[in-house]
């Protein structure tokens, strides 16, 4: 919308709704070829069975018929789970969140599952005290523990952990830039935690030592409790530094980096091996020109006894489209075994956007299928569908243990 030159206010500002709608649906037509395109006009028509085009002319109807329809019990959050069928809900979650709603789904009988993610990213928060301490701060008081040194917070965070673990979570995420492998002791990250309880920012090369020392920890956890550790690699953030300091994160102003990935994230993975604490890992990057470099670093450290232990992830952020999806489709079918393949992830965070699985699912076929009839693939519908099914659900089922 920015790019199309529409205000601020019609974007992330105190416009209303509609007009907002309205901005949006005047910049539908201009995405032709972005997959903005084909999400916005599969949700019309899998949603609210609106098979038109949106644009300027259409919008005022659009909005009519698709709020209409928002007030059948068809289009509530549970009625759309059962819409598409969905097995299991997983949320992003802080360690400190108390999951109550978890609890509550999973007490009754919805016909699916939720479950939560554990997001702990702002353990890594060294460079920002101020940040930082108020995390502990809530930490310390949805655990009942003190925390005046690393120890104890190594303590907090696991038993955090154990709570998450209760509520049925199998599975951590972290969104960094790149993998953190410096060798750290215990020691010198306890004296790194002791500066920042201070007030007193970690130097650069001080929180690099700091985030590996915890994202082995972290790592050794997950092993423990035979969890899944997804890893979203590659984002460089808040580009823009005036917007974002006026808009705050998550404002639209995240863009590919290009850090260097593969020592460090052959390091990260070689760190957890040599302690016996490589858990199941779902890499996902951001940066194209890493496609191979992540397939292959999860070749690497392959086990036989968990088919596709290391996963290299689908298409993300940046990626999710067409094409970013048939680069790693073909990355990981040419190093891999895209057979062990766990399948399509968004971190959209909308029950909306069911139809990219949907994308996903199109992509997928549309690969396979002319392969089949180039003769690259076997003309088989037995065996290339159950790979279909492999992917599109069995492989997650099998994989995640949920």
Not at 204 to 222: D, H, K, N, R, T
Request: charged share 20%; proline share 4%.
């Amino acid at each position: 919308m920015r790019a199309n030159g529409v205000p601020e206010r019609l974007c992330t500002g105190d416009a209303a709704p509609c007009e907002k709608f309205l901005a949006w649906a005047g910049t539908v037509p201009h995405t032709l070829r972005n997959p903005l395109y084909h999400w916005t006009h599969l949700e019309l028509k899998r949603y609210f069975d609106i098979d038109e085009l949106l644009d300027e002319e259409s919008a005022d109807g659009v909005w009519q018929r698709a709020n209409s329809a928002l007030q059948s019990a068809d289009l509530s959050v549970h009625g759309i789970l059962r819409k598409f069928r969905v097995r299991v809900v997983c949320t992003v979650d802080d360690p400190c969140d108390t999951l109550e709603h978890h609890r509550a789904v999973n007490t009754g009988n919805f016909g699916f599952r939720l479950y939560p993610s554990f997001r702990p990213d702002r353990a890594l928060g060294v460079d920002q005290p101020e940040g930082f301490n108020q995390w502990i701060a809530r930490l310390e008081a949805c655990g009942n523990v003190a925390i005046s040194n690393l120890g104890h917070f190594l303590y907090a965070i696991e038993r955090r952990q154990v709570f998450f673990h209760e509520h049925g979570c199998r599975l951590s995420d972290h969104g960094i830039p790149h993998c953190y492998a410096w060798p750290c002791t215990q020691a010198q990250a306890e004296s790194i935690f002791a500066k920042v309880r201070s007030g007193v920012a970690a130097s650069p090369a001080e929180y690099q030592a700091y985030a590996s020392f915890m994202m082995v920890y972290l790592g050794s956890l997950y092993s423990q409790r035979d969890w899944t550790m997804q890893l979203h690699v590659g984002a460089l953030r808040n580009a823009h530094i005036r917007k974002a300091q006026k808009l705050g994160p998550d404002s639209g102003l995240d863009s590919i980096g290009d850090f260097q990935q593969a020592s460090a994230l052959s390091a990260y993975l070689s760190l957890l091996e040599a302690k016996s604490s490589l858990p199941r890992i779902i890499l996902y990057n951001n940066n194209p020109a890493d496609n191979y470099v992540f397939a292959t670093a999860a070749g690497n450290f392959q086990e036989g006894s968990v088919p596709g232990r290391i996963q290299f992830g689908s298409g993300w952020w940046f990626l999710d489209h067409k094409e970013g999806m048939e680069w790693q489709l073909n990355a990981l079918s040419h190093v891999g075994l895209l057979s062990r393949f766990v399948g399509m992830t968004t971190d959209s965070r909308s029950f909306m956007s069911f139809p990219r699985h949907e994308y996903f699912r199109r992509v997928l076929c549309n690969l396979l299928g002319r392969e089949m009839e180039s003769g690259d693939l076997p003309n088989d519908e037995a065996l290339i569908g159950n790979l279909v099914r492999r992917i599109c659900f069995n492989n997650a089922h099998d994989y995640l243990g949920l």
